[in-house]
């Protein structure tokens, strides 16, 4: 396994965008130079609402392996809830980094040996004038803070990009707020 390639495995539901969350971060980090990204959705039923899974893979140099992530370095929960449902945590190596959409504090999480941060993106997309439910790009804010791995300015673009046509701005302005709002743990 080699030591240079952040994986970040992101959980949410159907309609949430959690796929094309990864997506939007996989072209940032193209973007800022890193030539090796790939990225692997799975998911059973397709339906709103079910449980979605998706997995990004980044380094500088080109990458081959096109398994699923099994050791990941960052955790993406699109969806609080979803953390009682599925084992988010699984197999992520200590001090390791969990960004959970949540109106709770990172304190109110109990994961052994790993960062967490929270922000209620729900709220923050609401208030942008999102449609009910779609977190993505605010969820992308959070990332950036969180991570700090990729520049928030380059997100952001990245979001205009992929929503041209979509409310651009409300998109690019829930990451902007989510950034700003986001708490990152001590532990």
């Given at each position: 396994?080699?030591?240079?390639?952040?994986?970040?495995?992101?959980?949410?539901?159907?309609?949430?965008?959690?796929?094309?969350?990864a997506k939007i971060?996989?072209?940032?980090?193209?973007?800022?130079?890193?030539?090796?990204?790939?990225?692997?959705?799975?998911?059973?039923?397709?339906r709103r609402g079910?449980?979605?899974?998706?997995?990004?893979?980044?380094?500088?140099?080109?990458?081959?392996?096109?398994?699923?992530?099994?050791?990941?370095?960052?955790?993406?929960?699109?969806?609080?809830?979803?953390?009682?449902?599925?084992?988010?945590?699984?197999?992520?190596?200590?001090?390791?980094?969990?960004?959970?959409?949540?109106?709770?504090?990172?304190?109110?999480?109990?994961?052994?040996?790993?960062?967490?941060?929270?922000?209620?993106?729900?709220?923050?997309?609401?208030?942008?004038?999102?449609?009910?439910?779609?977190?993505?790009?605010?969820?992308?804010?959070?990332?950036?803070?969180?991570?700090?791995?990729?520049?928030?300015?380059?997100?952001?673009?990245?979001?205009?990009?992929?929503?041209?046509?979509?409310?651009?701005?409300?998109?690019?302005?829930?990451?902007?707020?989510?950034?700003?709002?986001?708490?990152?743990?001590?532990?």
């Open positions: 396994m080699r030591d240079d390639i952040i994986e970040i495995r992101w959980h949410g539901r159907g309609g949430q965008g959690a796929i094309t969350a971060v996989a072209n940032a980090a193209f973007i800022s130079g890193y030539s090796g990204v790939v990225m692997a959705p799975t998911f059973g039923t397709e079910a449980p979605v899974l998706t997995s990004l893979k980044i380094s500088k140099q080109k990458i081959y392996d096109l398994s699923p992530i099994t050791e990941p370095n960052m955790v993406v929960v699109l969806d609080h809830l979803i953390v009682d449902e599925v084992n988010v945590t699984g197999g992520m190596k200590p001090g390791g980094l969990i960004v959970i959409n949540t109106p709770k504090h990172p304190d109110d999480f109990d994961f052994e040996n790993l960062k967490v941060a929270t922000a209620d993106v729900t709220t923050i997309a609401g208030e942008v004038g999102l449609p009910p439910g779609v977190v993505n790009t605010g969820i992308i804010g959070a990332f950036a803070k969180a991570s700090d791995f990729i520049g928030l300015d380059v997100l952001a673009r990245a979001i205009e990009d992929e929503f041209k046509g979509k409310h651009p701005q409300r998109n690019s302005k829930a990451a902007r707020i989510t950034y700003k709002n986001t708490i990152v743990g001590e532990k």
